[in-house]
């Protein structure tokens, strides 16, 4: 059984930093591509950054690029999520996710995480 497993929200002020983690178990990953969205209150979840797991491809939403770095610890099964120069704009539930069909659509990922909240207060 698949299981994700999302840890290192909380508060922060504007500014300042989170990493995020996620627990990949239940299968390998190789050659896949594994991503982490958020969705904030009202809106719809949105596409933040995606890898590949065997390495050589990320990709980033235009409002996170330059703030938020995407790494995986393939000895660990662990994806993380550096984020800096955090936005209250950034506040919302952010979830990982695995096995899409389409790297930047969240309806085609085939596993998720339950979420970890983030908050940025100004």
């Known amino acids: 059984q698949v299981q994700l497993v999302e840890s290192g929200g909380g508060l922060v002020q504007a500014g300042g930093s989170l990493r995020l983690s996620c627990a990949a178990s239940?299968?390998?990953?190789?050659?896949?591509?594994m991503g982490w969205f958020r969705q904030a209150p009202g809106k719809e979840r949105e596409f933040v950054a995606a890898l590949n797991w065997s390495g050589g491809y990320t990709n980033y939403a235009d409002s996170v690029k330059g703030r938020f770095t995407i790494s995986r610890d393939i000895a660990k099964n662990m994806m993380y999520l550096q984020m800096n120069s955090l936005k209250p704009e950034d506040t919302a539930v952010y979830y990982c996710?695995?096995?899409?069909?389409?790297?930047?659509?969240?309806?085609?990922?085939?596993?998720w995480g339950q979420g970890t909240q983030v908050t940025v207060s100004s």
């Open positions: 239940g299968r390998t990953f190789s050659n896949n591509i």
């Open positions: 996710a695995a096995v899409p069909t389409s790297s930047v659509v969240a309806d085609s990922y085939r596993y």
